[in-house]
């Protein structure tokens, strides 16, 4: 094993495709993770204890700390409940893996990393639980193409008084997620930001509802949400900054329910509304 770091090239597994199990050493130091999903029948995925760069944890392959995951292998399944510990969901850790069926992003942790779930077309269910004392940023992407996405849930802490820790989705965050229908902000929530795109072509939802706790929606956040057939804004909500196209092609809109702290909008923010009727 020797005392050297010991940095794994991305073609250091070319053309090799059945691996079942994997343990490296502690010193390892340096390699690209995303080569490991070549493995489809990985299920056994360690690092030796000791290690500065990367530690292992449930055949997950984290940081050096196991505060973050990093790797998950595809061949990873059912409900997933982030472990205790465990701060940050890294970039793409969970991309692509199709047996997934239910997320659950516990209070504890801070950061779902871009597109850590992206493509993952096995999820039914994300819940992002309350009573959050510390922030947490959705990234970029990070539930985006999930295709039987039905239902995304942002547990509160079941009071009128918003949760201390925010929380921001990011940039197409959940978009294209077509069959999204069931989209739930309870009570407690601190939903601060909706990225742009962030629920872009989510064909299935039939409103689109802004807590009040919201002061930025992004650019093309609902566009192209087809079934949607009402806006409706939280009441004693913040003034709000919009970006551009907000609801653009939600061709069934036809109801907005527009508080007074609502000042301006941006460029196009109903383009394409052609059945708005009531404001």
Do not use: H, W
């Not at 940050?88 to 692509?96: L, P, R």
């Not at 639980?129 to 039905?150: P, Q, V």
């Not at 990225?195 to 992004?218: Q, R």
């Not at 301006?264 to 923010?269: K, L, P, T, Y």
């Amino acid at each position: 094993e020797g005392i050297d770091a010991l940095t794994i090239d991305p073609e250091a597994f070319y053309e090799t495709t059945n691996l079942t199990s994997i343990s490296f050493p502690a010193r390892l130091a340096e390699m690209d993770l995303q080569i490991l999903n070549q493995f489809s029948k990985l299920s056994t995925l360690e690092v030796e204890a000791g290690g500065i760069n990367y530690s292992s944890m449930n055949n997950m392959i984290c940081n050096g700390t196991g505060s973050a995951i990093l790797y998950a292998p595809r061949s990873v399944s059912g409900e997933f409940k982030v472990p205790q510990g465990v701060r940050e969901i890294g970039a793409k850790a969970f991309a692509d893996r199709p047996a997934l069926t239910k997320v659950i992003v516990p209070a504890y942790v801070n950061t779902i990393g871009d597109g850590a779930f992206r493509n993952s077309v096995g999820i039914t269910e994300v819940i992002i639980e309350g009573s959050r004392n510390n922030n947490l940023t959705i990234g970029a992407n990070a539930f985006a193409g999930c295709k039987e996405l039905s239902s995304v849930i942002f547990q509160g802490n079941g009071t009128a008084t918003p949760d201390a820790g925010e929380t921001v989705i990011g940039t197409g965050a959940f978009s294209g997620d077509a069959k999204l229908k069931n989209l739930v902000y309870e009570n407690g929530t601190n939903i601060t930001q909706i990225g742009a795109n962030a629920f872009a072509n989510c064909t299935s939802l039939d409103e689109a509802y802004i807590p009040a706790t919201v002061s930025s929606v992004g650019s093309n956040a609902y566009s192209g949400c087809s079934g949607v057939l009402e806006v409706t804004f939280a009441p004693n909500g913040k003034e709000i900054t919009f970006g551009n196209n907000v609801f653009a092609g939600c061709v069934k809109l036809t109801t907005v329910n527009l508080p007074a702290s609502i000042q301006s909008f941006a460029n196009g923010v109903f383009a394409g509304c052609d059945e708005l009727r009531e404001i």
